[in-house]
């Protein structure tokens, strides 16, 4: 009975697009007293109040707090945990905080002269704050709902605490990157804005200290949560001898839509529903020994194609939306996975050289302006290259090629088979399809090995290879969480510096 609840709190909402689009709802009841369910007993679930997290601290002293080395998610959430718990961190970013970040973008925007040091893929937040910021994981890890909650605490949208999939959106995160770096430092955390890292020095297995472009700093513990996108850091790694090895990664393209073509595809003759969102898609082709399986990839709905680019002289795509998702365009990268053993080499940096290759090839086919080389997706499939004036929500605009080239055979193959797929799974797909060339960054080539346990690097016993650019994550939630994990293992070996 009505009486017998004491609260209702929504844990998940998603949307079921099949027939006639509706609404789902997971809720959490709170009752006052016991009541017998007669009615769909299988819809309902008792649950117990989970027991508060227990976290256990060591003893072994520290003369100087945890340098961590990048304030990408995982960085960001390593930081957080271990200032929250009075490890005073000290967070090392060769980019800019995001208010001189943003101005750098713009500046990029308007003038096409790159900031290699503060861009899209570099500087407070990681690549991540500048992605769309989708909170998409498959983990059902108990700390997902802990770092939903940190983030509406420091300002997202509160409906990211059930709404599946989550989505903030990159103007919105921006604030929360800015609020989260203030708390931090309230808890006596400090950050290095506009400092890379040079060399580090090591002895019998063990970091001593980090070098700058700045200073010195000693160390006792160091997180390395440097990203995947600065090839100098994986070089520095590579000459100190720590252990890294090739891994699967994926690459591949954009392919951008008007979204009211995706609207009409999904939701059909509810389309213009003003309660629906814009709508979304996620696609898989078949497999193939001949070639490798394409997917869809951080589909962004109501978003923009932006300039992922860290490097002069290269090109890369990315795609993001803001919170409304209100532009009249739909993007998702369609991408393929690249073995190690498909290199020439079977060095750990060689797909470090080779998505360098390709993306200095987009860049000159692009006309070396950072304009993007583009093809319409029915020319793609029937090998032609495209000419003429082409539309497209990126900023720089696009020219007609022939995409295809920029890639081996066997992806350009495994690209047409599964074009074809996605157009009868979605017609209308290549007719309206504009491809956008490279997506290189959906994922790092490298892992740096550590301990399966006590997730410290096999070469040196205090350092801490996190995140995606260690090559153990794969997006903002996976690298929070591994950032939070690997803060929790210093956690139990070292003791707090702050008490209190």
């Given at each position: 009975t009505a009486g017998a609840v004491q609260s209702i709190q929504i844990v998940k909402r998603s949307l079921d697009a099949r027939n006639k689009p509706q609404f789902q709802y997971c809720v959490d009841v709170m009752l006052k007293e016991a009541i017998s369910i007669t009615e769909k007993p299988n819809q309902i679930q008792w649950m117990q109040p989970e027991p508060p997290e227990k976290i256990t601290f060591g003893n072994l002293p520290l003369d100087h707090g945890p340098v961590i080395i990048g304030s990408g998610p995982s960085g960001l959430f390593a930081g957080y945990w271990l200032a929250r718990h009075g490890y005073c961190p000290k967070i090392i970013e060769?980019?800019?905080?995001?208010?001189?970040?943003?101005?750098?973008?713009?500046?990029?925007?308007?003038?096409?002269?790159?900031?290699?040091?503060?861009?899209?893929?570099?500087?407070?937040?990681?690549?991540?704050?500048?992605?769309?910021?989708?909170?998409?994981?498959?983990?059902?890890?108990?700390?997902?709902?802990?770092?939903?909650?940190?983030?509406?605490?420091?300002?997202?949208?509160?409906?990211?605490?059930?709404?599946?999939?989550?989505?903030?959106?990159?103007?919105?995160?921006?604030?929360?990157?800015?609020?989260?770096?203030?708390?931090?430092?309230?808890?006596?955390?400090?950050?290095?804005?506009?400092?890379?890292?040079?060399?580090?020095?090591?002895?019998?297995n063990q970091v001593k200290s980090v070098s700058t472009n700045l200073e010195l700093i000693p160390a006792d513990v160091v997180i390395l949560a440097s990203g995947g996108h600065c090839p100098t850091t994986f070089e520095m790694i590579q000459r100190l001898g720590i252990i890294m090895?090739?891994?699967?990664?994926?690459?591949?393209?954009?392919?951008?839509?008007?979204?009211?073509?995706?609207?009409?595809?999904?939701?059909?003759?509810?389309?213009?529903?003003?309660?629906?969102?814009?709508?979304?898609?996620?696609?898989?082709?078949?497999?193939?020994?001949?070639?490798?399986?394409?997917?869809?990839?951080?589909?962004?709905?109501?978003?923009?194609?932006?300039?992922?680019?860290?490097?002069?002289?290269?090109?890369?795509?990315?795609?993001?939306?803001?919170?409304?998702?209100?532009?009249?365009?739909?993007?998702?990268?369609?991408?393929?996975?690249?073995?190690?053993?498909?290199?020439?080499?079977?060095d750990a940096l060689a797909g470090i050289r080779y998505r360098s290759q390709i993306e200095q090839q987009a860049f000159i086919l692009g006309g070396s302006d950072f304009t993007a080389p583009a093809q319409k997706a029915s020319d793609f499939i029937h090998r032609m290259?495209?000419?003429?004036?082409?539309?497209?929500?990126?900023?720089?605009?696009?020219?007609?090629?022939?995409?295809?080239?920029?890639?081996p055979k066997n992806i350009a193959e495994g690209l047409f088979q599964a074009l074809k797929e996605f157009d009868q799974e979605m017609p209308g797909f290549l007719r309206y399809g504009i491809l956008i060339a490279p997506e290189t960054r959906?994922?790092?080539?490298?892992?740096?090995?550590?301990?399966?346990?006590?997730r410290y690097s096999l070469s040196c016993q205090n350092l801490y290879p996190v995140g995606e650019g260690a090559?153990?994550?794969?997006?903002?939630?996976?690298?929070?969480?591994?950032?939070?994990?690997?803060a929790l293992k210093i956690m139990a070996k070292w003791a707090p510096m702050q008490h209190g």
């Open positions: 060769q980019g800019q905080p995001i208010e001189q970040r943003h101005q750098d973008i713009q500046t990029f925007l308007k003038t096409r002269q790159l900031n290699p040091t503060s861009n899209y893929v570099f500087g407070e937040g990681g690549a991540g704050t500048y992605s769309d910021g989708k909170l998409y994981t498959g983990a059902t890890s108990g700390l997902v709902p802990q770092i939903l909650q940190i983030l509406v605490e420091h300002g997202a949208p509160p409906e990211i605490l059930y709404q599946s999939p989550p989505h903030i959106g990159s103007d919105r995160l921006r604030a929360v990157m800015i609020r989260m770096r203030q708390q931090i430092m309230s808890w006596h955390g400090e950050f290095c804005f506009g400092q890379s890292v040079q060399d580090m020095a090591i002895q019998q090895e090739p891994k699967p990664f994926q690459m591949g393209l954009r392919i951008e839509h008007a979204q009211e073509f995706i609207n009409q595809n999904r939701y059909r003759k509810y389309a213009n529903d003003p309660r629906l969102p814009p709508a979304a898609y996620r696609l898989v082709a078949r497999k193939s020994k001949l070639y490798p399986q394409v997917c869809s990839f951080c589909m962004c709905p109501g978003g923009e194609i932006i300039p992922a680019i860290g490097e002069p002289g290269h090109l890369v795509t990315n795609g993001m939306s803001h919170h409304k998702r209100d532009s009249k365009w739909a993007n998702a990268a369609l991408v393929a996975t690249v073995e190690p053993t498909d290199l020439e080499s079977q290259p495209t000419s003429g004036k082409l539309e497209s929500s990126y900023a720089f605009g696009i020219r007609g090629a022939n995409v295809a080239s920029l890639f959906a994922s790092c080539p490298v892992r740096i090995v550590r301990d399966d346990q006590e090559g153990y994550a794969g997006g903002i939630m996976t690298a929070a969480m591994d950032g939070i994990h690997s």
